[in-house]
């Protein structure tokens, strides 16, 4: 029997969680499945996955095993990759995280070109406004809007996003337009739940930085939501230009206090480790970073 497929077989039951979920991204038989795994403990003389009928779980020797296969199978793929990379092409498996709204807006049109030119690559998606634990769940890279602190990971910025406060010309013909930070305690705001400083919104002026506690009338954990209650006249929101800019340059929101600043993200490619990068995490890097050069959100 192939170790190496053994190996592959027992790391898709767990990462899918089922025998049948990891048939299915193997594309064999679920008693295929159970055969490589029954053949490996076997060979192990070890119990790695107590299976019942309702759920299964990863034994002591499993969990060892498990975090010893995907140090290897992931060596493996890297030499085949960087082997491949050599002759022109780059191939295999590149799983990518990045935020909801920037990923629909900005990197869904951008997934065809880049496959285009890498077709050997099969890319693995996914969106979602929480960080996520790129070793512990998997991915090469991530896309993140921050002010990066976390060194664990090594980072390349792309692009920059300023963070803009506005609402629509309607909502200020109703409630008056401020003009100083301190005046967004006594109007309606839309916070987002992911934002850093949560209900304390900061900003730099004239006399320096000034700190506003806001009461939101409305709290959303996705920027789109947000940028939709804003043009439903509801209240002011602290959004980043690569969301709000088309808006404003419609006039359908109205920037508020610019001289009052509220900071800028940079927009970040970030990967576990600067040691053996494989050549599908450079190649994606280098292509972000071709692209955002110039940003194509007004600022």
């Known amino acids: 029997m192939d170790r190496f497929e053994e190996m592959r077989v027992f790391t898709a039951v767990v990462e899918a969680g089922s ?3 990891a ?3 193997l594309r064999m038989s679920k008693a295929g499945v159970s055969r490589h795994l029954t053949e490996l403990e076997t060979r192990l003389g070890a119990r790695l996955i107590q299976r019942t009928t309702r ?10 095993f498990y975090e010893r296969c995907k140090v290897l199978l992931a060596e ?16 295999g498996l590149l799983r990518v995280n990045a935020p909801l709204t920037f990923g629909v807006r900005h990197l869904a049109p951008l997934w065809g070109v880049f496959k285009a030119q ?21 991915y090469d890279m991530a896309v993140r809007i ?5 060194s664990t990971l090594v980072s390349r910025r792309l692009a920059a996003t300023r963070m803009v406060l506005c609402a629509s010309p309607d909502y200020l013909r109703r409630h008056g337009t401020p003009a ?10 839309i916070a987002y739940s992911y934002w850093a400083g949560r209900d304390e919104w900061r900003f730099l002026g004239p006399e320096g930085e000034v700190n506003v506690r806001i009461q939101p009338l409305m709290r959303a954990n996705n920027g789109d939501t947000c940028l939709a209650a804003a043009l439903a006249h509801l209240g002011i929101v602290l959004q980043p230009t690569f969301l709000v800019g088309e808006a404003l340059q419609a006039g359908e929101l109205v920037e508020l206090m610019p001289q009052y600043r509220c900071g800028e993200l940079g927009i970040y490619g970030v990967y576990p480790t600067r040691r053996h990068v494989p050549p599908r995490v450079r190649a994606l890097l280098e292509f972000l ?3 955002f050069a110039q940003p194509p959100w007004p600022e």
């Open 289 to 291: 970073a071709a692209h």
């Open 118 to 138: 890498h077709p050997k690559l099969m890319l693995d998606i996914t969106l979602a406004d929480r960080v996520v634990d790129l070793v512990d769940e998997g």
């Open 180 to 189: 100083h930070p301190r005046e967004l305690a006594a109007h309606g705001t």
């Open 55 to 64: 759920r299964q779980s990863l034994t002591e020797e499993g969990q060892l």
């Open 146 to 150: 921050s002010q990066l602190a976390d």
């Open 76 to 91: 493996v793929e890297d030499a085949e990759t960087e082997v491949n990379s050599r002759s022109g092409e780059v191939g």
């Open 19 to 21: 025998f049948v979920k």
């Open 23 to 25: 048939a299915e991204t």
